[in-house]
């Protein structure tokens, strides 16, 4: 696929302290730079994954996406032409910003701001996370993945669907409409919820380490209102997480587990078990808003449904000890 992975998010906010604690502490990103009126955090050895501008909004400012080939921003640009949709090629100023070689940017139906990147740049200093962790699960399968909410759901998957070129990983209908999307390798590193509203759901990060997600759950415990979903594990993708609340009111998903399909044979289907195995309680949610999500959950419970194992290596593990 042309588009291989989430390169990068933007934030708009003017709560830039508060994005400095929660980012740096609760999700393990190095600060990279504070210059000017952003800030610029890493995950890995790209020299900025997540942006949050100083400015009023508390939502999502732009979403990038890496291209496979320099020749796909011309291949999109027409795509996107002939489906009636303006485009503008980046300035060597925002490419400069955004640290890639070059862009396009555009927005989809329900008016968020898409970029289309060619070779972002590797940083010179090794990614220091800004506590101790065993690092972020990226490479080839990008940032990881981005939900929003969207008035109309049906409408957006014909755009990402036909237009972009993503791939439909698995949908469901109730209790809302939801539809997730792969580029890669990892179960989807796009998702819609036809919620009714517009604005950022919540963005993921993924850890090597099972307990550099619960180390975070704790720090994020110590906040008044930190946690918005607690601990659990997702249907479709196995993850195990919880969602925080950032300081911007979206949610951050923090995961671990993911799991990881061959695009070339996977088979988009309709899920109807509900999204979490168990856990995931949405905190945010009044006791009857609660209620459909858990009923679900105790259906799959009583029918016994599970992710597969994990395999048991003890030899992994002892070699990893010895390491």
Same mark, same amino acid.
């Given at each position: 696929m042309p588009i291989q992975s989430l390169g990068y998010l933007g934030v708009r906010s003017d709560r830039t302290d508060d994005w400095k604690q929660f980012a740096s502490k609760v999700l393990a990103m190095q600060l990279a730079d504070h210059g000017g009126r952003q800030l610029s955090f890493r995950m890995d050895d790209l020299v900025q994954r997540l942006v949050i501008s100083d400015e009023p909004g508390e939502t999502l400012a732009f979403i990038g996406w890496e291209l496979s080939q320099k020749s796909d921003l011309q291949d999109y640009a027409a795509r996107l032409d002939n489906a009636g949709h303006k485009v503008g090629q980046g300035s060597r100023e925002l490419a400069d910003r955004r640290f890639v070689e070059d862009l396009i940017v555009f927005h989809d139906p329900a008016g968020n701001r898409i970029e289309l990147v060619w070779n972002p740049q590797k940083a010179e200093d090794p990614f220091t996370p800004g506590r101790p962790i065993d690092g972020f699960k990226t490479g080839p399968l990008g940032?990881? *993945?981005?939900?929003?909410?969207?008035?109309?759901?049906?409408? +957006?998957?014909?755009? @990402?669907?036909?237009?972009?070129?993503?791939?439909?990983?698995?949908?469901?209908?109730?209790? &809302?409409?939801? @539809?997730?999307? *792969?580029?890669?390798?990892?179960?989807?590193?796009?998702?819609?919820? %036809?919620?009714? =509203?517009?604005?950022? *759901?919540?963005?993921?990060?993924? @850890?090597? =380490?099972? #307990?550099?997600? %619960?180390?975070?759950?704790?720090?994020?415990c110590q906040e008044e209102d930190g946690i918005a979903y607690t601990l659990g594990r997702h249907t479709n993708d196995y993850m195990t997480s919880f969602y925080a609340n950032s300081p911007s009111g979206f949610f951050v998903e923090n995961g671990w587990g993911g799991r990881v399909i061959d695009p070339a044979t996977w088979e988009p289907h309709e899920t109807k078990c509900g999204p979490s195995f168990w856990g995931h309680d949405r905190l945010y949610l009044s006791e009857s808003g609660r209620e459909p999500f &858990? #009923?679900?959950? +105790?259906?799959?419970?009583? #029918? %016994?449904?599970?992710?597969?194992?994990?395999? #048991?290596?003890?030899? +992994? @593990?002892?070699?990893?000890g010895r390491g």
């Amino acid at each position: 696929m042309p588009i291989q992975s989430l390169g990068y998010l933007g934030v708009r906010s003017d709560r830039t302290d508060d994005w400095k604690q929660f980012a740096s502490k609760v999700l393990a990103m190095q600060l990279a730079d504070h210059g000017g009126r952003q800030l610029s955090f890493r995950m890995d050895d790209l020299v900025q994954r997540l942006v949050i501008s100083d400015e009023p909004g508390e939502t999502l400012a732009f979403i990038g996406w890496e291209l496979s080939q320099k020749s796909d921003l011309q291949d999109y640009a027409a795509r996107l032409d002939n489906a009636g949709h303006k485009v503008g090629q980046g300035s060597r100023e925002l490419a400069d910003r955004r640290f890639v070689e070059d862009l396009i940017v555009f927005h989809d139906p329900a008016g968020n701001r898409i970029e289309l990147v060619w070779n972002p740049q590797k940083a010179e200093d090794p990614f220091t996370p800004g506590r101790p962790i065993d690092g972020f699960k990226t490479g080839p399968l990008g940032m990881g *993945h981005a939900v929003l909410h969207v008035p109309d759901a049906t409408a +957006l998957l014909t755009f @990402y669907r036909d237009v972009l070129g993503f791939a439909v990983s698995d949908y469901g209908l109730k209790p &809302v409409p939801l @539809y997730f999307f *792969h580029v890669n390798g990892r179960h989807h590193s796009f998702a819609i919820v %036809g919620s009714g =509203n517009s604005g950022f *759901h919540h963005f993921m990060v993924e @850890y090597h =380490n099972l #307990d550099d997600v %619960g180390q975070g759950y704790d720090l994020a415990c110590q906040e008044e209102d930190g946690i918005a979903y607690t601990l659990g594990r997702h249907t479709n993708d196995y993850m195990t997480s919880f969602y925080a609340n950032s300081p911007s009111g979206f949610f951050v998903e923090n995961g671990w587990g993911g799991r990881v399909i061959d695009p070339a044979t996977w088979e988009p289907h309709e899920t109807k078990c509900g999204p979490s195995f168990w856990g995931h309680d949405r905190l945010y949610l009044s006791e009857s808003g609660r209620e459909p999500f &858990v #009923d679900m959950r +105790l259906k799959a419970a009583e #029918d %016994g449904l599970r992710a597969p194992p994990v395999v #048991d290596c003890p030899w +992994l @593990y002892e070699t990893r000890g010895r390491g």
